[in-house]
């Protein structure tokens, strides 16, 4: 979001909203999944990771959105685990 891991230094609204949505979804489901070379985080963990970067690696209002629906997006999480 503030351009300093984005190709060509793009930032904010310069990124596609799709490249802004996915890497927010896609740390999500990263840390909160476990992997073979790590545990998969706490949501609180995940989410308080999330608001420390909201502004700085993820679109704030994204991440707005992305709280105000947490737990749609913990029901979905949790009906397909694929």
């Known amino acids: ?3 300093t891991g ?3 230094g793009k930032k904010g609204e310069e990124i596609n909203i ?5 890497s927010l979804v896609d740390v999500f489901d ?4 476990e992997r073979p070379y790590k545990p ?3 949501v609180e ?3 308080n990771y999330i608001k420390e970067l909201s502004g700085k690696q993820f679109d ?3 991440v707005f959105v992305f709280m105000e629906n947490l737990e749609k997006i913990l029901r979905i999480k ?3 685990p694929d």
């Open 60 to 62: 704030p209002n994204l």
């Open 78 to 80: 949790q009906e397909h």
């Open 40 to 42: 998969a985080w706490s």
């Open 6 to 8: 984005y190709p060509y």
């Open 1 to 3: 979001w503030d351009g």
């Open 18 to 22: 799709s490249a802004r949505i996915t």
């Open 30 to 33: 990263a840390l909160t999944s």
């Open 45 to 47: 963990q995940t989410i």
